[in-house]
Structure formats: C-alpha cells, structure tokens
C-alpha cells in the first residue's frame, strides 16, 4: 500500500511550498492542485470571482483522476480541499495510506502573505470567502503556519 499525504487549507496558507519541500525530503511525488485548475476557473478567480462547488467539481475529478494514474507511488498533494464533500472527491477510490494535515493560520497572516504573492491569479480579496465556507475535520492534524517553513515540515515528517 502506497502512502498519500494530503496537505489542505486556505490559498495563502503555504500547502505549496510546504508540500514541494515535503515531497523531495520523502521522495514523494507532488502534486499541485492549482496545476489542475481550467481556465475558465483561473480566468473567475483572476477577476476576484468566488469559485462554487460545480467549478470545483471538475477541478477536484481531474487531481484524482491524476492521483489514480500514481496508483503505485507515494504521493504529496497540495489542495485547499475546503469542505468534507471536495475531500472525499479528492480520494475517490483511493486505496492508499492517507495523511491529512491542514494547514491553518490566522487570517490576517495569510492576507499579508496574499497581498505579498505578486505572481499568483488568487488574491487576498477572495480569502474571505474561503474562510466563510472551510469544515475542519477531526480526522486530520492541525498545522499551525505561524511556524517556519523548515520547522513545518519537520513537524509533518515527525507526525507520519
């Protein structure tokens, strides 16, 4: 059985950079949810427009679908994953040993960092939006961002 360590959260929250660091120290692959994004929903969020569940439908069908071609690796996913029905899309039909970790921060936090990410579509006016809809499980770890990049990692690798 092949291992999946799913690191979910807000856009602004680190699930980027922390999964690439985390995926080359365990050798994993990664996969970067935003890679998956079409278009049209890069084109709404550039524009401030909120994604719905529709959009994310097909957003979340197509990192499985990919998540399903590595059915024999150990994989990092770097996904916002914000409710329990876009998490359970994720990993349908996944036979694998699966880690969720959730990367949780204040908002203030992570609206700076927005604001200081230039090169990226999603921007701090939508983050709202993100925090109004996000369900934390009781199954997953909480990862305080606060915390450096190195340490966060650590502390994921200590938790496995």
Known sequence: MYNVIILFGVSGSGKSLIGNQLSKDLHFEFLEGDDFHSNENIKKMKNNI???????????????????????????????????????????????????????????IIEERLNNRGDHYFKSALLKSQFDIIEYPDYCRFIDIIESPDKIVERIKSAL
């Not at 679908?65 to 150990?74: C, Q, T």
């Not at 994989?75 to 994953?81: E, L, N, Q, R, Y």
């Open 50 to 108: 909120s994604l719905n569940d529709d959009d994310r439908e097909a957003w979340l069908d197509e990192i499985n679908k990919e998540l399903n071609k590595l059915r024999n690796k150990n994989v990092v996913i770097a996904c916002s994953a914000l409710k329990e029905k876009y998490r359970k899309r994720l990993v349908k039909g996944i036979v694998a040993k699966i880690e969720w970790f959730c990367l949780k921060g204040d908002f203030d």
